[in-house]
């Protein structure tokens, strides 16, 4: 079936470095992703999106980037904070999906300070 | 989330008990969802709602039932919970307007443990 996965379960990085999470997703139909945030003993935050007409979006020191070749799904973080420490998703929606979102494993995000 | 509050956060339960948990949003969206969460996987969907009268299976429905009370509430049961049905649950909303491309916001979860 459909899925949405993640190269790395783990990535630890010092404060102040650039981090760079990735995702991998199957299904070439998927039109629009999602990066989520999701802190101990809270719900996921949403972060940052992209739909599949754009390769590249900005956020506040955030970046997703868009591989439709390859479909890969790129979160990159500037300056990395100890409160940026948490689990992220990536999240797929195909066109035919109404609204309906499959999601990634998740990768953890240890900041060291 | 404030905006979405699920209740209750924490619930221990034995099998075969029957078992409801409630969420509510203050933000106005049509579109809920309800999450099942485990050690290692991603989110599951369990059902949506794209309005009142609409109730929809997700992937992982068996064991599950949902009630769209009204636009602002989303209810989830367990008729008769099993031990596999230990997990995390969110809930989520979205909003139609702009089309079928919009983000969902979650609640903080209720973290259900069934002995």
């Known amino acids: 079936g459909e899925s949405v996965g993640l190269h790395l379960p783990t990535l630890s990085v010092q404060e102040g470095d650039n981090s760079i999470i990735n995702c991998a997703y199957s299904n070439s139909a998927s039109d629009y992703f999602i990066w989520y945030k999701q802190e101990s003993g809270k719900g996921p935050q949403f972060i940052i999106d992209i739909r599949s007409n754009m390769d590249k979006r900005q956020g506040q020191r955030v970046t997703v980037l868009l591989n439709k070749t390859v479909k890969h799904l790129s979160l990159q973080i500037a300056a990395t904070q100890p409160g940026d420490s948490a689990v992220y998703f990536c999240?797929?929606?195909?066109?035919?999906?109404?609204?309906?979102?499959?999601f990634g494993q998740g990768t953890i995000l240890t900041v060291h300070p | 989330d404030a905006d979405v509050t699920q209740t209750p956060r924490n619930r221990i339960t034995k099998t075969g008990k029957r078992i409801m948990l409630e969420c509510s949003q203050t933000?106005?969206?049509?579109?809920m969802y309800w999450y099942r969460q485990d050690p290692g996987l991603g989110l599951r969907l369990i059902y949506y709602s794209f309005d009142v009268k609409d109730i929809n299976k997700g992937e992982i429905s068996d064991g599950y039932s949902v009630s769209r009370q009204a636009q602002a509430k989303f209810s989830l049961s367990l008729e008769s919970a099993i031990p596999n049905q230990t997990a995390l649950y969110f809930c989520?909303?979205?909003?139609?307007?702009?089309?079928?491309?919009?983000?969902?916001?979650f609640g903080d979860g209720t973290r259900l443990s069934i002995l």
């Open positions: 999240a797929e929606n195909g066109p035919t999906s109404y609204g309906k979102l499959t």
């Open positions: 933000k106005g969206h049509d579109r």
């Open positions: 989520a909303t979205s909003d139609s307007q702009g089309g079928l491309r919009q983000p969902q916001h």
